[in-house]
């Protein structure tokens, strides 16, 4: 990564064939549009369909795209997650999407735009595209952060978020390597040392390839995990 880029990208796939061309062109346009010089950080969660060979043609067939990949044997998203954050630390601020390409790209603008007041921007979903049980899960993490350590942000685990890096970096290292949900104790971070935060409505995007999110067996337990971590996290703060 260059280290005079203003923005990393950093985006989790795994088994994600049917959405990062469209995902990588649709923001690419974004940000070159509006004159960001930026890097997308991919980190390959060891996708067992052609999404790597999918990222390495969109690399070498358009050089304009600036596009970093990392594979790693899968390990889960929050681990894919983390490895993308460390990796990007030398832009100024840090941006996470997730590669389902299932959130609209038009909010960005407004958060980059207003980022010199803030530390955390966070676009929240308002029509989630989510099962009951995910919903559930959803407002019991609100509910637990809220709880231990303030503040009114609704979507706490939300795939839209800009960062500033000299911020990030005072948390990445002390966030649990094995979390189920890193965003959730980042957003924890950023609202008990009172950072700058902005919230804005997030729009789904909807298109051919849109996957319902479900609940499973093991996405329950790590949930499960996930409010555990949550509350003992405060504890490192």
């Given at each position: 990564m260059?280290?005079?880029i203003?923005?990393?990208?950093v ?6 064939e049917k959405n990062?061309?469209s995902l ?14 930026y ?5 390959n ?7 790597l060979?999918?990222?390495?043609s ?5 050089i304009k795209?600036p596009?970093?990949i ?10 894919a997650i983390?490895?993308?954050y ?5 832009a100024?601020w840090?941006?996470q999407?997730?590669a389902?390409?299932?959130?609209s790209t038009?909010?960005?603008?407004s958060?980059?735009?207003q980022?010199?007041d ?6 929240e979903r308002?029509?989630k595209?989510a ?24 979507d706490?685990?939300s795939?839209?978020r ?9 948390i990445?290292d ?5 979390s189920?949900a890193?965003n959730i104790l ?6 008990f ?5 902005l919230t804005v ?6 298109g ?7 609940a ?21 703060l």
């Amino acid at each position: 990564m260059n280290d005079d880029i203003q923005l990393a990208v950093v985006v989790p796939v795994y088994n994600e064939e049917k959405n990062l061309e469209s995902l990588i062109n649709d923001w690419h346009q974004i940000f070159a549009g509006n004159q960001i010089s930026y890097e997308f950080i991919i980190i390959n969660d060891g996708s067992k369909d052609n999404s790597l060979s999918i990222l390495n043609s969109v690399k070498e067939s358009n050089i304009k795209i600036p596009l970093t990949i990392y594979s790693q044997p899968n390990q889960g998203h929050g681990a894919a997650i983390l490895n993308g954050y460390q990796k990007s630390l030398r832009a100024e601020w840090v941006f996470q999407i997730d590669a389902d390409h299932q959130l609209s790209t038009d909010t960005f603008v407004s958060l980059w735009n207003q980022r010199p007041d803030y530390d955390f921007l966070l676009g929240e979903r308002k029509q989630k595209n989510a099962s009951i049980s995910r919903k559930f899960i959803s407002a019991a993490s609100k509910a637990i952060v809220r709880l231990v350590y303030g503040g009114k942000i609704s979507d706490v685990n939300s795939p839209y978020r800009l960062m500033r890096s000299e911020q990030l970096k005072k948390i990445i290292d002390i966030v649990p390597k094995n979390s189920f949900a890193p965003n959730i104790l980042i957003t924890s971070f950023f609202i008990f040392k009172k950072a700058e935060i902005l919230t804005v409505p997030l729009e789904e995007k909807r298109g051919n390839h849109i996957k319902l999110s479900k609940a499973n067996f093991n996405f329950l337990k790590g949930c499960v995990k996930s409010m555990l971590q949550t509350i003992l996290f405060r504890s490192k703060l």
